[in-house]
């Protein structure tokens, strides 16, 4: 699985749009770009995930950029509740379930 | 969409002794199920790949004959801790072919 780097933390205002960025330059073709978070004992919550469109659902949307060398995640609107780790993850469909894990972005969403 | 389930949430146990975690597909069938550990304030690491009816695959520093992984059902992987010590208090999480991940359980051996 390729290597992703995310920043070590982010604040977001509650109410605002929390913009999460991954760097995966070496993504391979066949890889995917996976979106989990984490909060406080928890298992990872799937988020979102895609291969080179973006993509929206209830929780967020991602942006990749054309060259799939980056993504970000969009929380449109945060709130308390979204105060967790978030990984970016790039992996192939094959064995999804078996993923790399970076230590990922810490998000705390302030009042 | 796909739900996996783990059992027990938490767990103390003395040292010295084992512990059983279950790991179960609710709604869909599981060949290959995946085994993580995650440490106070850090990631989750890859521990094992579990198989359905074949031996599981542990990855590099992983003790295969410490943490024991049956897999022995489409639905139910377990993974025992033997004579667990403090330093195997950890938060044990699974997740299954698909990408869904189970509640975790917590480890605290005393």
């Known amino acids: 699985d390729a290597k992703t780097t995310q920043p070590t933390s982010m604040d977001c205002a509650e109410g605002r749009a929390a913009n999460l960025p991954c760097n995966h330059s070496t993504i391979s073709g066949n890889e995917y770009v996976y979106w989990y978070r984490q909060i406080h004992s928890q298992g990872p919550q799937y988020i979102i995930h895609g291969l080179k469109n973006n993509e929206t659902n209830e929780m967020a949307s991602l942006i990749i950029t054309e060259d799939r060398k980056s993504s970000t995640l969009i929380l449109p609107h945060a709130t308390l509740r979204d105060t967790a780790v978030y990984y970016c993850?790039?992996?192939?469909?094959?064995?999804?379930?078996?993923?790399?894990f970076g230590d990922g972005t810490t998000l705390t969403v302030k009042p | 969409g796909a739900v996996v389930s783990q059992h027990p949430s938490w767990v103390i146990c003395k040292s010295g002794t084992s512990v059983k975690i279950e790991c179960r597909s609710l709604d869909f069938q599981a060949t290959t199920m995946f085994w993580y550990r995650q440490f106070p304030k850090q990631s989750l690491m890859l521990m094992a790949t579990?198989?359905?009816?074949?031996?599981?695959?542990?990855e590099q520093g992983v003790e295969k004959d410490k943490f024991l992984i049956n897999h022995a059902s489409l639905t139910l992987s377990t993974l025992t801790v033997t004579s667990a010590h403090p330093e195997d208090s950890s938060f044990y999480i699974c997740?299954?072919?698909?990408?869904?991940f189970g509640q975790g359980t917590r480890l605290t051996v005393v």
């Open positions: 997740s299954a072919k698909g990408g869904a």
């Open positions: 993850i790039v992996r192939t469909n094959t064995n999804a379930g078996k993923s790399t």
């Open positions: 579990s198989n359905e009816g074949s031996k599981a695959t542990y």
